[in-house]
């Protein structure tokens, strides 16, 4: 393995709670402030004041503890001392949204939030720890501490990978732009809008704690004996191409075949994240692609191919599926059906627009894995066409549909109007890169973690950044 690319482990700040109105947490062990103050154990509370623009903190009894633009906090005994907070919201804008008590390790820190003058203060809560005590949590948190011993090596890997590559990129996307010629083919005014939320499009901290960049849910997954075992046992260790660390995406499950990066975020190839590869051994022969063909993709989205990740034993999805996962049962190949008011509902909620009754969800364009790319909907006063993958699961659906591979069929059309449509799709994510439980999977069958990273990272290798 060749020598390290960085001088030692680093350390990371994860955002966990942004635009609180107030935060509520507490301390089992003392802490120390910047300045030599000693904070002791017990609940504290945490309000936002415009006049003069400043934090205050008081404790359970409501004495003021400290006044400050930053409030900041250092476990006395880094081994022992943790601190928790009431109502972190996980799983945002996703089915399985919910909030929680959480607890953590590390430093916390409590600053303002950038908001705009008009508003009322807000809050942002930071968390720094070392990055591979984070990993700890990560891996748990994304996957089950029981899933196979290889599985969660691979895991360690991807996760430190994407970690350590994002670490200096802020990037974030957003592209809207209305038809130039006023209108599309048949008059009607059209507008495209194509946007894509990066995982790296944080200003106040490294990495947010939620899906949006990895979840990280504290202190509770990291028990696990397994867990700390793959991340010791990898220490360091990532994916390189070219020299670099590579941006090692994943998501839930591919449905068979995995995307190419330019489908989920800006517009570049990632020989990596390439996308078309089928999650098994070999492509099926009863399966034409390329999945960008339309008539490839129905036949690909309506059947069941033998893929890693169709694997409907409970008992192996209980094994490696995480608790608030289990209740997603059918994610490999799924329904769901949008009734016209509905759907006229969400794109007037998502995009401001108000296009009367839907007559049709038009395909434009899909990805590698089948995945929709540009979503044209058609309405009787006008259409919009929307992209990317994200954004079409976010404005067919309240939270996010499980993905954007599917086939929309209009039922009870009555004057060219359907009183539905019914979605037939595959996989839960984006579907780049690692199929987690394709992973897992392959994992249970024998393979070891450098085989699970060839098969989806081809041609990426394995090094080490830290020792």
Request: aromatic letters at 8%; one cysteine or more.
């Amino acid at each position: 393995m060749r020598e390290p690319l960085f001088s030692s482990e680093p350390v990371i700040s994860i955002g966990l709670l942004s635009d609180a109105e107030q935060v509520r947490f507490a301390l089992a062990g003392e802490f120390r402030t910047p300045e030599g103050k000693i904070v002791p154990p017990g609940r504290y509370r945490v309000i936002p004041h415009r006049d003069p623009l400043s934090i205050e903190i008081r404790d359970a009894q409501g004495r003021l503890v400290e006044s400050a633009a930053t409030f900041s906090l250092s476990p006395l005994n880094p081994t022992t001392a943790t601190f928790a907070l009431e109502d972190v919201l996980i799983g945002k804008g996703f089915h399985w949204e919910r909030k929680e008590a959480q607890s953590y390790a590390g430093t916390l820190t409590i600053r303002l939030s950038p908001s705009a003058p008009e508003r009322s203060p807000r809050l942002t809560v930071i968390n720094e720890i070392p990055a591979e005590t984070y990993l700890k949590s990560v891996i748990s948190s994304e996957m089950s501490a029981r899933a196979p011993m290889e599985f969660l090596k691979a895991h360690a890997i991807i996760s430190r990978s994407w970690l350590l590559a994002n670490l200096a990129r802020r990037v974030g996307g957003e592209e809207s732009s209305s038809s130039p010629s006023g209108g599309d083919s048949s008059g009607m005014p059209e507008l495209e809008i194509r946007r894509w939320a990066d995982r790296t499009a944080h200003r106040e901290f490294d990495v947010c704690a939620d899906d949006h960049c990895q979840r990280y849910y504290g202190l509770a997954p990291m028990t696990d004996e397994a867990v700390a075992a793959a991340v010791a046992e990898t220490r360091g260790q990532v994916l390189i191409f070219n020299g670099r660390v590579c941006d090692a995406r994943f998501s839930k499950c591919c449905g068979g075949a995995t995307e190419a990066y330019r489908s989920a975020w800006e517009d570049r190839d990632v020989p990596y994240l390439s996308g078309g590869r089928f999650d098994g051994v070999e492509w099926p022969a009863s399966f034409p692609h390329p999945l960008t063909v339309e008539a490839h993709a129905v036949a690909w989205i309506m059947g069941s191919p033998p893929a890693y990740c169709h694997t409907p034993d409970p008992r192996v999805l209980e094994d490696i599926l995480p608790e608030v996962d289990r209740p997603t049962r059918d994610f490999f190949r799924w329904a769901r059906t949008l009734d016209q008011e509905e759907l006229q509902a969400l794109v007037a909620a998502r995009f401001g627009l108000d296009l009367g009754a839907i007559r049709h969800l038009e395909p434009l364009e899909r990805g590698a894995s089948s995945r929709l790319v540009r979503l044209r909907i058609v309405g009787e006063r006008g259409s919009v066409i929307v992209g990317k993958e994200l954004e079409i699961r976010r404005a067919l659906s309240w939270t996010h549909l499980y993905s954007s591979a599917f086939v929309a069929f209009p039922e009870d059309v009555r004057r060219g109007i359907p009183r539905r449509f019914r979605l037939r799709g595959a996989g839960w994510g984006h579907g780049v890169g690692l199929c987690q439980i394709g992973a897992a999977v392959m994992a249970r069958q024998g393979r070891t973690h450098r085989e699970i990273l060839a098969h989806y990272y081809a041609p990426a290798e394995l090094g080490l950044a830290y020792a």
